[in-house]
């Protein structure tokens, strides 16, 4: 099996110590930085703007990979992506033409990555699939970190992985919500490429980093 990448979620690191935190994680052997934006309407939580993550930016050179929980999602494509967004994935849900706003978000010259929530069937993208750099499967409902994850959807990386084969393209397949080193094999073995990490990167604070992320690496 091969070695996911990890993409720490910040929204479990010390929001008065954001780049710090990115600096930390960057030297710790992160490969991206997840960022969550949400907005108190599309999820029940609110979190970072596009600001944030411009001033962010600087603190690292590793891709930003922005998930975007915000409805209607198109008006900030363009405020995030040029704010220093690398990867943007939206939620189909947030919008009413997902194949023009992943085109947008290619225009716009970041990758482009749909989102599933747990209930979210995998047809969104059988028509589409050319136009998709990334696949997310969240294995908690979005809104909050530190929840447990849903084992049911590891059928669902399983058949996003089989969906991606058959095409053969080159889409990374990756995972959010309650990844730990227990479930991070399970999701590795079922097809997915990257995993997002809060809490179990975040926990024992900057010196346990490299270790957690080594962790979630498979040891
Ligand atoms: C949930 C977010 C996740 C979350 C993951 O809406 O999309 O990225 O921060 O946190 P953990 O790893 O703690 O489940
Ligand atoms: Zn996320």
Redesign the pocket.
């Known amino acids: 099996m091969s070695t996911p990448i990890i993409a720490p ?1 910040i ?2 690191s010390d929001f008065a110590k954001l780049g710090e935190e990115c600096r930390a994680i960057e030297a710790a052997g992160a490969d991206w930085v ?1 960022i ?1 934006v ?1 907005d108190g309407h599309f ?1 029940p939580n609110i979190t970072i703007g596009p600001d944030v993550v411009k001033a962010l930016r600087p603190h690292v050179k590793i891709p930003f990979d922005v ?1 975007l ?1 915000i409805a209607p999602v198109d008006p900030y494509l363009e405020a995030f992506i040029s704010a220093g967004a690398d990867i943007v994935t939206i939620h189909p849900e947030a919008g009413p033409h997902l194949h023009r706003s992943l085109k947008r978000i290619r225009e716009l010259g970041a990758k482009a990555g749909v989102v599933f929530n747990p209930s979210a069937p995998v047809e969104y993208v059988e028509w589409i699939l050319e136009d998709v750099d990334q696949l997310l499967v ?1 294995t ?1 409902n ?6 447990s994850f849903i084992s049911s959807q590891l059928r669902k990386i399983e058949r996003l992985r089989k969906m991606i084969d058959a095409a053969g393209l080159d889409i990374q397949l990756e995972v ?4 730990t080193p227990v479930t991070a094999p399970q999701c590795v073995a079922a097809g997915a490429t990257a995993l ?5 990167v975040f926990k024992g604070g900057p010196e346990a980093y490299a270790a957690n992320i080594r962790a979630l690496k498979g040891g």
Request: glycine share 24%.
């Open positions: 979620s929204l479990a997840h969550d949400m999820v998930h929980m969240m908690v979005p809104g909050f970190g530190g929840q959010d919500g309650g990844v997002v990490a809060g809490s179990a």
